[in-house]
């Protein structure tokens, strides 16, 4: 199972131009590179950890959508295997509690009617028997109390648990989610989440890091991705392509686009 993991993309409107501002040669390097290795190796899933816009502004989310749906074709997969999560630049606001009312429009638009794919079985290549690696994923909403200037202010909800409840007896579980988790203010609802056996792996972005940060919390590990648009241009920006194989292990690979 082949992940490609892309955080942080901030689709950044300019008001004073109206022009949406965007790294055009790193995404055309990244639809190009991700076009190469689809030949090689099938792409299942596109992890998209947040912060597509930098405002929340429809005009942000219509680029958005515009360089993702590239990306989907470099890919050779349909919409369906993109999965999503909100990041906190994503809401309509810049105070916390703000409604994401364009990212959820964005959302509409992509998936045109169809579902996300969030179920998958992996087997040994070549082998038609055996054991089969179940793996099951979801997206949490760490941005209810979150916003533009309330940034770090994460907050894991009750509610969005029961989708873990529904993961299958010994399914690898992938939980996608914005925040890191060391600013999650529930931390006892993480604690629990990481020690419950059914979550292996978390994908997050927010921190813009200055290359990609793996680390064991609990029975999982989280990759915590590089930007695709950090905030500081000395900051290197990329992504991870992330592989997991019939036995559950796991594999990063950090790529630098510039
Ligand atoms: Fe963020």
Known sequence: MNI???????????????????PKKRWKKLISLVELRSKDEPIDMIAVTG???????????????????????????GCERVVFCRGNHDADGEMAH??????????????????PV???KHQKKGKKSGKK???????????????????DHAVLIREEFEQLEKFKEGAYGIVLMHHQPEVIQNQELFEEMVNSKKVRLILCGHLHPTETRIFRAGNAI????????????????????????????LRVKEIILE
Request: a neutral charge.
């Open 118 to 120: 969030l179920f998958w």
């Open 4 to 22: 490609l993991h892309i955080t942080d993309l901030h689709f950044t409107l300019d008001k004073q131009s109206g022009a949406v501002l965007f």
């Open 222 to 249: 989280v990759v915590n991705g590089i930007a695709l648009s950090p905030h500081l241009k000395w900051l290197p920006a990329g992504f991870q392509m992330i592989r997991i194989n019939s036995e559950g292990k």
């Open 51 to 77: 912060d597509l816009t930098s405002h929340g502004e429809e005009a942000e989310f219509e680029k958005a959508f515009k360089y993702l749906k590239r990306l989907t074709k470099a890919a050779k997969v």
């Open 133 to 151: 690696l179940l793996l099951q994923c979801c997206c949490l909403n760490t941005c209810t109390e979150t916003s533009l200037l309330f940034f």
């Open 98 to 115: 703000s409604e994401f009312t364009h990212y959820e429009a964005f959302l509409k638009k992509f998936y045109a009617g169809r579902e």
